[in-house]
């Protein structure tokens, strides 16, 4: 009796290894880098360009029709995207580095 239960239990191993190695999590790999690789929240845009060099791409601004809403820019860098309200860093996202990492979509065009 306690072979099939081994036997069982090898086979359930068997079964799950390949879900044991599965996609790296963009999370796992951001907690892992130091934050001092990343632009700070608050950072004007001229910091972040004397830091991190010229920006891979440089999107089209969102918002700004009225005083309502203001203009986000958005900054496309290797590892992350900047995000400016106005001249100011609001946000920093990780970009995904691979087809088998879990993390966000890139960004909207």
């Known amino acids: 009796m306690t072979q099939i239960f081994r036997g069982l239990a090898l086979a359930a191993g068997l079964l799950l290894a390949p879900l044991a190695s599965a996609d790296t999590l963009l999370l796992e790999r951001t907690q892992a880098r130091p934050s001092s690789e990343m632009p700070a929240r608050g950072q004007s ?3 972040v ?3 991190f060099g010229t920006p891979q791409e440089r999107l089209d601004p969102r918002g700004g029709q009225n005083r309502r809403w203001p ?3 958005r900054w496309v860098y290797p590892a992350f995207t900047v995000y400016f309200e106005q001249q100011r860093v609001i946000d920093v996202v990780a970009n995904q ?3 088998d990492e879990a993390g ?3 960004p909207i065009r």
């Open 45 to 47: 845009m001229g910091q």
């Open 49 to 51: 360009h004397a830091r």
């Open 71 to 73: 203009t986000i820019n």
């Open 97 to 99: 580095a691979s087809a």
């Open 104 to 106: 966000p979509r890139p």
